[in-house]
């Protein structure tokens, strides 16, 4: 039998894009955590699955087993048109899912505990902390406690917590590292905590979970897990740069709307200029002058 070849070569490009369908799902995510947050994020995600596959399995057996059990040809099946209602049936039938909902209960109660985003992380080493601002449509990086700041890209040392405050000069948004885990919403004029740690070095995509414009898809970073050394010698790179002081001036002019933003560095930062950004709700100063006449 000749198969027509056009057929055939459809067939073929039909498969090629199921494979790369496939493929594109195999970029690191949740499933491939690198710090204890995502750990026990999947763990979760994989013990709640667990428990609904046990409802979800028998019934799908259950409902052939019957379908075959009562065919027309089995002379052995009972057909009992009068009956009504049985207890130990109904005990039956509302004890398995009232203790699903209990187990994905206690999982979910424990896990939000245990994984609360503003819960410290239990280590060692000494937390540091980290200041996040998203604006249209960049992330903004500051570190208070070196000086410096920095755009779309992120570093920190493997194994130490991060502690990051996070907010927006702008619309809501969202800040999100799959194989660190935890996302966490951005809105202007509220100072949302964050802990993670990366336990493994490598590179992490970052980006913005919530739709916040135009310019939303291409409002990504990288986050750089390094070795200590390797950090210090980023903060060294960093602050001997020629780069402009990071004040509220430079961060008025930085906050406009742009796409497409290159990872770039201040070497110098306003001490508090976080905290300015919050109480003034990320607007440029002279606006809030405007607004405080107006009312």
């Known amino acids: 039998m000749l198969r027509d070849p056009r057929l055939a070569k459809n067939h073929a490009r039909f498969a ?34 667990a ?35 049985s207890g130990r049936l109904e005990l039956l ?37 980290i200041e996040v601002v998203a604006t249209d449509w960049k992330w903004l990086f500051l570190y208070p406690e070196q000086g410096i700041a920095t755009i779309n890209r992120l570093v920190v040392p493997v194994g130490t917590p991060v502690k990051f405050r996070i907010t927006s000069a702008g619309v809501m948004n969202s800040f999100f590292v799959p194989q660190l885990g935890s996302q966490i919403y951005a809105m202007s004029g509220m100072d949302s905590t964050l802990h993670l740690r990366a336990d493994k070095a490598g590179r992490y995509r970052g980006l913005s979970a919530h739709y916040s414009g ?5 409002m990504n ?20 740069g020629q780069g402009k002081t990071l004040d509220w001036n430079e961060f008025v002019a930085m906050a ?9 560095s201040y070497p110098r930062l306003q001490p508090g200029l976080y905290d300015r ?7 440029p100063e002279g606006e809030q002058a405007k607004d405080g006449r107006e009312q």
């Open 277 to 283: 950004i919050v109480m003034k709700n990320g607007a």
């Open 51 to 85: 428990v609904m596959l046990a409802i979800v399995v028998p019934v799908i057996i259950l409902a052939f087993a019957f379908g075959w059990w009562f065919r027309a040809s089995n002379t052995r099946a009972r057909h009992l048109p009068e009956w009504a209602y």
């Open 16 to 49: 090629c894009l199921g494979l790369c369908v496939v493929l594109s799902a195999c970029e690191p995510g949740i499933l491939d955590p690198a710090g204890p947050i995502a750990a026990g994020e999947r763990s979760i995600f994989f013990n709640s699955l």
């Open 214 to 218: 135009e310019g939303f898809a291409d």
């Open 221 to 240: 970073f990288f986050v750089d897990a390094v070795p200590q050394a390797s950090f210090d010698r980023f903060v060294a790179t960093a602050k001997g």
């Open 93 to 129: 039938v509302w004890s398995i899912p009232a203790l699903a909902i209990m187990f994905l209960g206690g999982i979910a109660w424990i896990g939000s505990h245990d994984l609360d985003p503003p819960k410290p992380i239990a280590s060692k080493a000494r937390t540091m902390t």
């Open 256 to 264: 406009h709307p742009s796409r497409n933003v290159r990872p770039a």
